[in-house]
């Protein structure tokens, strides 16, 4: 079956084009006619997503993951998918393309922040005496719910499963509408529905990755006022973006075995050396002490905190569950459907158990000790000496928090200075290979999207990014608020992946 709305080889999906991009439009001009309205409207999605679908999304979450790991046990999981009988990247060029996503999307801040967010506010359901040393284990172990199994398992475990069999086997559309083709068929593929789904999919991941660029250039231009006296004004943020947006853009146009691959490659070798030397130079008894104990109390509350409801949404007061979890959830869902994109097309010839482990296993427990390094250190700073972190962090700075952690280690200034580095690399990562699904969705020719549309993503991203933060930090914080509201139908996309996985797994195993 082909994608009836393109013609022809390379063609681009006019409607969804049209559909896209007159939204983000639509939304960057409203911003700047009236941001005031646009918060309010903003505001009130976001407390009806956080109130009314905040369970839906726990529960999906916990669902994706625990059906994951029944695939990986039964017979089926050792299919290779993709129509290859040897995978097309090497196990460290395919690990360091996955693990650039998800971290891409923050994890350098996040990991700084987080943890001492929680170390210092100790989250409700432990209700532990805050900044005080009985908090740590509180406070990695939230940490960990929240960049852990279930957050990386919605990227695309069970729907890049689905992905890779329909678009490989059964020759249908490499693109977030397949994924409703158990529940509506040929409509899902060639209806208004397939369009809506595409629609909403490539809304929701431009909004998730035009704040973590807004953020990157409010970030950067931050440290570099820190660390150089550059004043910290529009026209430095203005420059970082433009920056960024040139980086990701000849990354996206070069395709996945060159730029995107090299970016990632790079990503993973500077990461790492910095967790080395951060390790090595920082407490690193108290790094591996807190990664383990924090650990088990991740694993022994595991489902009470998957499932917490104890500070759940009020209409009109999110609380801290809506500004936490359900946010959380709502960021990584809008991924999901592109996220499991391209993880089908990099996944060529491996296994739906290698698939599953890789994503909802190996990379939550590599996010993890990244955020116990990182946050680690600052916690350890903190009881050290208090007030050391806190307050830079006062007013959830989340670039100071990290400045404060790296500028205390031996070597601040250059450590500093690559964490900024990576940061911005991270971001790029993000970029290119968003650019380059966004062009697969709209394109027939999936594995070779036009570089125009690459092109085109790439820069609309960044400008929106720049109009956003013109706005102040404000514009951009409304963007990362409407992401929860433009996960509603993304999540809905994302359910038949719950049954229609294990279906597939169990008809391989079936033909084995």
Request: proline share 4%; hydrophobic share 55%.
């Amino acid at each position: 079956m082909t994608d009836q709305t393109n013609t022809e080889k390379g063609s681009v999906n006019i409607p969804l084009f049209a559909i896209s991009g007159g939204f983000i439009a639509l939304f960057c001009a409203v911003a700047i006619i009236d941001i005031v309205t646009l918060s309010a409207y903003i505001d009130w999605g976001f407390n009806i997503a956080a109130t009314y679908f905040g369970l839906y999304w726990q529960v999906l979450l916990l669902a994706t993951f625990l059906i994951g790991l029944v695939l990986c046990v039964l017979p089926g999981g050792k299919a290779i998918l993709g129509g290859l009988a040897a995978p097309e990247f090497s196990l460290f060029q395919w690990g360091s393309m996955i693990m650039c996503t998800l971290l891409a999307g923050g994890g350098v801040f996040w990991a700084a922040g987080e943890p001492i967010a929680h170390f210092l506010s100790s989250p409700p359901l432990y209700g532990a005496e805050s900044g005080m040393e009985d908090a740590v284990n509180a406070a990695i172990a939230q940490s960990f719910m929240h960049w852990g199994f279930l957050a990386w398992a919605i990227l695309g475990s069970l729907s890049t499963v689905m992905l890779m069999h329909y678009h490989y086997e059964k020759g249908l559309p490499l693109a977030p509408r397949t994924l409703l083709y158990p529940v509506f068929g040929d409509k899902a593929i060639n209806g208004p529905i397939g369009l809506i789904a595409d629609a909403s999919s490539i809304i929701a991941v431009v909004a998730g990755t035009v704040g973590p660029i807004g953020f990157l250039g409010l970030q950067v231009s931050y440290g570099l006022e820190d660390l150089f006296g550059i004043p910290d004004v529009f026209m430095t943020q203005m420059l970082v973006i433009v920056a960024l947006a040139a980086i990701y853009t000849i990354s996206a146009m070069t395709g996945l075995s060159k730029g995107i691959q090299i970016l990632s490659k790079i990503n993973i070798i500077l990461g790492a050396g910095l967790l080395v030397f951060v390790l090595l130079a920082g407490p690193t008894g108290f790094i591996f002490s807190s990664f383990f104990s924090g650990f088990g109390t991740y694993l022994a509350n595991f489902f009470q905190m998957a499932l917490y409801r104890g500070d759940a949404a009020v209409f009109g007061a999110p609380g801290w569950l809506g500004w936490w979890t359900v946010f959380f959830w709502g960021w990584f869902m809008g991924y999901g459907p592109l996220m499991a994109m391209f993880i089908a097309r990099i996944s060529r010839g491996r296994s739906i158990r290698g698939i599953i482990i890789m994503l909802s296993i190996v990379a939550p427990i590599v996010t993890n000790f990244w955020f116990t390094i990182i946050g680690g250190t600052g916690i350890a700073m903190e009881l050290a000496e208090p007030g050391t972190i806190s307050a830079a962090f006062e007013g959830f700075n989340l670039p100071a928090a990290l400045l404060a952690i790296t500028g205390n280690l031996p070597m601040g200034f250059l450590v500093s200075l690559l964490f900024l580095i990576l940061t911005t690399i991270f971001v790029a990562t993000t970029g290119d290979s968003m650019s380059y699904v966004i062009a697969a969705t709209m394109s027939k020719d999936s594995a070779n999207p036009p570089a125009s549309i690459r092109v085109f993503w790439g820069i609309a991203m960044g400008i929106m990014a720049i109009v956003l933060i013109s706005l102040g930090s404000g514009g951009v914080t409304k963007l990362q608020s409407f992401i929860v509201i433009t996960a509603v139908p993304v999540s809905l996309i994302l359910l038949p992946s719950l049954w229609d996985a294990l279906r597939i797994t169990l008809a391989k195993g079936r033909e084995q």
